[in-house]
């Protein structure tokens, strides 16, 4: 069993920047896939970004991105601390929603793939 929780959401203004936090316990961070997705009201759940979860290996850390978020957001992974983060750069009015993070054994970026969720953290952004 893994538990997750975001935290680092808030309002920003356009353009601006944030960085989501997601601590886990109870098992080890490293054998895990580890994603962020988000939610808008209204919409699909959406991936945003992942480590090792689409081609490489195990170990590796290698990240991927959602198109939407190509190139403005970064991911990575504290493995000492149990820690996850979203460096989320030059923030859009789209970029709105409740972020969530996730775990699976499996390489995925569909989040029915995902066993293992966070409660989610708002992230508003103004125009």
């Known amino acids: 069993q893994v538990h997750l929780a975001e935290s680092g959401g808030g309002l920003v203004p356009a353009g601006g920047s944030l960085r989501l936090s997601c601590v886990a316990s109870g098992r080890t961070f490293s054998d895990y896939s580890l994603a962020w997705f988000r939610q808008a009201p209204g919409a699909e759940r959406e991936f945003v970004a992942c480590?090792?979860?689409?081609?490489?290996?195990?170990?590796?850390?290698?990240?991927h991105y959602g198109d939407s978020v190509e190139g403005r957001f970064h991911i990575s992974r504290d493995s000492a601390k149990n820690r996850m983060y979203l460096q989320m750069n030059t923030l859009k009015p789209e970029d709105t929603a409740v972020y969530y993070c996730?775990?699976?054994?499996?390489?995925?970026?569909?989040?029915?793939?995902?066993?293992?969720w966070g409660q989610g953290t708002q992230v508003t952004v103004s125009s």
């Open positions: 480590i090792n979860c689409h081609g490489g290996v195990v170990g590796e850390d290698l990240p």
């Open positions: 996730a775990a699976t054994r499996y390489m995925s970026v569909t989040a029915a793939s995902y066993d293992f």
